[in-house]
């Protein structure tokens, strides 16, 4: 099978490789079946996204997809090395051999569940998102919802001084770009208690293609646990954006070719919105169709 599978793989990129490989060896459908399985498949699926993060990170190849003839230099000797063979000394580097020893100034990155029972004068509790925190796994079951609020619960009583919320714009998971809604969490905490860092838009606090307030807050005290008022299902919809009403500062237009750093060249199908909730939907053809905030995106027309 290995052999087969090196036949196959010159001229693939770094994803399309470790693609190749979960598919040929059945991983991700043995592990399917498997009751406890779910939790493997994320993580299989996490690999290419961290393979994707590693070549774009790394520079290989103009359009951040590096196959197996481009080469790089290692970054300790020089050794030049495909872009397989830096993820995989990447990988191992970083398997736990740097972590922190006992008595030493660092982070202490956690779980929820591992954090019961202890507390901290700081904590950050990040990726407040819808999908993330509540998990999607947990969103079409209300006793599943009802965890992952007392989860959230736990999380935000471990902090003594200072609990900093936050979501992020925009996240590559599972190797696909995603715009997330901000968690419903954030929305049934006490406004009195919150202190926004980044402004808070309504209008797009929730919605696609930028806009998105990062929520921060200091709490004094913890604050109580109010009841929630989502007792059903909600229906999630993106604010409707904005119609530019003057030139945009960007450039960016309809039926024009651009370029990403990591999707490539494309042609911009449509934009919409103005100023920094402005966004474009393009095409590309490795990726296909994309909307893209364009003030973290940052296109660059081509001739």
């Known amino acids: 099978m290995i052999d087969v599978m090196r036949e196959q793989t010159p001229g693939m990129t770094l994803r399309e490789i470790i693609e190749l490989v979960l598919d040929k060896t059945g991983l991700v459908e043995h592990y399917k079946t498997e009751k406890e399985g779910a939790d493997r498949v994320e993580n299989l699926e996490e ?6 993060s590693f070549v774009t990170q790394e520079g290989f190849g103009r359009d951040a997809e590096a196959t197996a003839q481009d080469m790089a230099p290692n970054a300790e000797d020089g050794e030049v090395m495909s872009p397989l063979a830096a993820f995989l000394t990447h990988a191992a580097l970083e398997a736990g051999d740097n972590q922190a020893q006992a008595g ?3 982070i202490q990155l956690m779980t929820v569940h591992a954090s019961k029972g202890l507390e901290f004068d700081a904590v950050f509790i990040s990726g407040l998102e819808e999908g993330l925190f509540p998990h999607e796994n947990s969103m079409n079951d ?9 989860l959230m619960y736990v999380a935000i009583t471990r902090a003594r001084k200072r609990l900093y919320l936050s979501h992020s714009q925009t996240r590559m998971l599972h190797g696909q770009t995603r715009y997330n809604l901000k968690s419903r969490f954030l929305d049934e905490l006490p406004e009195e208690c ?8 309504p209008g797009f606090a929730t919605g696609l293609g930028g806009g998105w307030a990062s929520p921060a807050q200091a709490f004094q005290a913890k604050p109580a646990w109010g009841q929630s008022s989502l007792g059903s299902a909600e229906t999630y919809k993106s604010p409707p954006v904005p119609v530019q009403k003057s030139e945009p500062s960007h450039g960016i237009k309809a ?6 750093t990591k999707f490539g060249e494309g042609k911009v199908l449509a934009v ?6 402005a966004r474009a939907q393009v095409n590309f053809p490795r990726h296909g169709v994309k909307w893209l905030a364009l003030s973290v995106a940052k296109l660059t027309p081509v001739e």
């Open 255 to 260: 039926n024009m070719k651009v370029f990403h």
């Open 194 to 201: 919150l202190k926004w860092i980044t402004p808070k838009n």
């Open 142 to 150: 209300y006793d599943g919802l009802e965890e992952e609020r007392r």
């Open 47 to 52: 690999l290419v996204n961290a393979a994707e």
């Open 104 to 106: 030493e100034d660092a």
């Open 272 to 277: 919409e919105g103005a100023g920094t909730d």
